[in-house]
């Protein structure tokens, strides 16, 4: 027999489940107590069982309470998206975007996706290249939205997260069998690697040989991934075949960087902010994409 679950009642029940006392899940909800207390109820007796042990200090989720909270976390989230869909005007018009490599295989892409189903009169044009590369063209009104990295030391307003970048290696390489380490680098047209990844080996009196140098972060993944090289990447971008060389194994991370977002001064539409906004968005732990 299928058992009627009214969506109300699963936003009460949400609500209990996560603040753990009736009286805070009636604020959330905007309804008296006994109205929640009553919903509960309901939902309790459409299941025929118990979802929730009373306490003296509020109330615990039984154990088929814990089997229907995942499956209520989906329909209310669906429900809360579906609404947004329809309450909101579709956007039109052109969106050029530069995106980092370290992040144009992750989060960005699904963050895209949202936004090409939510608008699809949307334009959207994606340009994955360096940091320092997407900001020039940024300045030369080539691109609309940049997500880059900076210096951490480098104040920016709209920080979407820091990445600290540090050296990895696939997991089978043996550090005590190279010496000197062969390395792969950037290719440095910012000197960005001399001032810090080479830098920080000197630090620690590391012998090395550069052995691998490339413009792309997919030749710098590959060849730590094939146990050619350690490389410095973004811990973000760190393979799974591969793992960070930490202090323990005589290894200090390289550099912090900052992840921002940074918008064309000269160009503004309901389209380049609707992107924006989405793109924050994909960068909030737990935040649904919409």
């Known amino acids: 027999?299928?058992?009627?679950?009214?969506?109300?009642?699963?936003r009460t029940f949400l609500a209990v489940a996560e603040t753990g006392n009736v009286t805070r899940a009636a604020e959330r909800v905007g309804r008296t107590q006994s109205a929640v207390s009553m919903q509960v109820r309901r939902l309790e007796e459409g299941i025929g069982e118990a979802l929730f042990a009373r306490g003296p200090r509020g109330v615990a989720l039984t154990p088929r309470g814990d089997q229907l909270l995942p499956y209520a976390r989906r329909v209310v989230g669906l429900l809360d998206e579906t609404a947004v869909a329809i309450r909101t005007t579709p956007l039109d018009g052109p969106v050029r975007i530069g995106l980092p490599e370290e992040w144009g295989q992750t989060i960005l892409p699904r963050a895209l996706a949202a936004f090409a189903e939510r608008h699809p009169a949307v334009e959207v044009t994606v340009r994955s290249a360096t940091s320092v590369k997407q900001l020039a063209a940024l300045d030369q009104d080539q691109l609309d939205l940049v997500v880059a990295y900076v210096p951490d030391r480098q104040l920016e307003h709209d920080v979407l997260c820091v990445d600290t970048t540090v050296w990895?290696?696939?997991?089978?390489?043996?550090l005590e069998d190279r010496d000197p380490v062969p390395v792969a680098l950037f290719n440095d047209e910012s000197n960005w690697c001399s001032r810090f990844a080479i830098a920080s080996l000197q630090r620690y009196g590391i012998r090395y040989r550069v052995a691998y140098t490339s413009d792309t972060l997919a030749g710098l993944v590959s060849v730590a991934s094939a146990g050619l090289a350690i490389a410095s990447l973004s811990r973000s971008?760190?393979?799974s075949d591969c793992r960070e060389l930490t202090a323990a194994d005589g290894f200090p991370p390289i550099d912090a960087s900052r992840v921002i977002l940074k918008r064309n001064p000269r160009r503004s539409s309901a389209a380049i902010l609707g992107m924006a906004e989405m793109i924050r968005k994909a960068f909030q732990p737990g935040e649904p994409l919409r």
Do not use: C, Q
């Open 168 to 174: 990895a290696v696939s997991v089978g390489f043996r």
């Open 1 to 10: 027999m299928t058992v009627p679950l009214e969506s109300d009642l699963l």
């Open 237 to 239: 971008a760190i393979p």
